[in-house]
């Protein structure tokens, strides 16, 4: 792959929206995870969450449109506004026909969705608003994205589980590399902290059910995991070629150098037991990306935190780097705010940048009791100092995709 540089990021998460803040709270380990009280949630089997604070401080969207699309359009729209301001684009000056937008989510938009469908039972149809049809399906934040800046060129919507936003990412990189755009908004967005969504995500059999103890709840790599803890937010990072990122003397923030992608095809919903089709995933990137195992500072990884899910993962990574495993820090930032699902790839790699600026790992917080089958360095409960020139970043869906990025230092 050709060298992409990321030139502007905007988060919106559970921890914050503001990066400064957002960062803060990463480096402290302070959980973001609450029990869900905005509608009655304890006769669900796991009833806490990262929630979202604050959106409208951040917004610029009108309360017209607001009307007419979901949470995660929302979110979206307001991550994408803060990326584009952080790359210093002044979209009135770009030919808008070779600007793309590739978007990354795994449930679309239910808290719109189920509000229709319940008026539609109380009210018949005359009760279903017009717009249901075009705010709840996967692809409509970036049909958003693509009507608020007047954006044309060649654009994709994934939906590929937990992997969504990563691979959105790795297809936005490839894009610009066959030059069929300028530069590229590239992301995700989740919204499903709402009663259906969340009664989707219980059904799945991956969350927590820790419900006494929201901040401590999700625990990727600690023996007594027993799942993620959801979340609600977006991430939306602007890509260009590094060629139009050096004409333009625009920051760097890092760079995609190599991706690879696999899947276990073993079962519908659970990895493969031996890791090996992630740990090919690995040495695809890290091939991709002409790099060797001993060249990665840091690892982002999935860190579902299922039994299954964590110790595969590590068997995948230990597979792929020998024994050099057990000398890269492997962190899992997420366990902070919560998954994501088809957004956490986004902020996974917008944090990886600020880890590599700052030079620290961020903790995976609530690590106690370490499990004999997942003996990397888990950077446990805090932030370790490290200069991080390489880093790569692991996501892994349901079925058993595997999907893995390079990224190196600006």
Request: aromatic share 6%; glycine share 10%.
């Amino acid at each position: 792959m050709k060298k992409i540089s990321i030139t502007g990021s905007g988060i919106v998460t559970p921890s914050g929206i503001d990066k400064r803040k957002f960062w803060a709270n990463i480096k402290s380990g302070r959980s973001a995870v609450k029990t869900i009280e905005r509608f009655e949630s304890s006769r669900y089997p796991s009833h806490i969450a990262g929630q979202v604070h604050e959106l409208d401080a951040y917004s610029n969207v009108s309360s017209r449109l607001l009307k007419k699309i979901d949470l995660f359009s929302h979110m979206a729209l307001v991550a994408s506004e803060a990326a584009i301001k952080d790359a210093g684009i002044d979209m009135d000056k770009e030919n808008l026909k070779r600007a793309g937008i590739f978007a990354g989510n795994a449930i679309g938009g239910w808290l719109y969705a189920e509000t229709q469908l319940r008026d539609m039972y109380l009210e018949g149809r005359e009760g279903v608003s017009p717009f249901m049809a075009s705010a709840w399906f996967p692809a409509a934040p970036q049909g958003q994205i693509s009507i608020h800046y007047q954006i044309k060129g060649y654009s994709k919507t994934i939906v590929s589980d937990r992997a969504s936003s990563l691979m959105a990412i790795a297809y936005g990189a490839k894009n610009l590399n066959d030059g069929k755009n300028d530069f590229i908004l590239a992301g995700g967005m989740e919204a499903p902290v709402s009663p259906y969504g969340l009664l989707c995500c219980n059904t799945s059999g991956v969350l927590t059910q820790r419900n006494d103890e929201p901040e401590t709840a999700y625990r990727p790599f600690d023996k007594t995991r027993d799942g993620m803890a959801v979340a609600e937010g977006a991430g939306i990072l602007i890509l260009e070629t590094e060629e139009r990122a050096k004409k333009r003397g625009a920051t760097v923030l890092g760079n995609i150098i190599g991706y690879g992608t696999t899947t276990d095809g073993v079962d519908r919903i659970e990895p493969a037991s031996d890791g090996f089709e992630l740990s090919r995933a690995i040495q695809m990137a890290l091939k991709d990306a002409q790099v060797e195992p001993n060249q990665i500072d840091c690892i982002c990884a999935d860190g579902v935190g299922t039994q299954i899910g964590d110790a595969t993962e590590t068997l995948g990574i230990k597979k792929a780097f020998g024994e050099y495993a057990k000398k890269i820090p492997v962190s899992v930032p997420k366990s902070i705010f919560g998954n994501m699902l088809g957004a956490c790839g986004a902020v996974d790699v917008a944090t990886t940048l600020m880890a590599m600026e700052h030079s620290i790992v961020p903790p995976t917080i609530n690590l106690q009791n370490p499990d004999p089958d997942c003996d990397l360095d888990y950077c446990p409960n805090k932030a370790q100092e490290k200069e991080i020139k390489r880093a790569l970043v692991i996501n892994r869906g349901r079925g058993g995709i595997n999907c893995a990025l390079v990224l190196e230092r600006g």
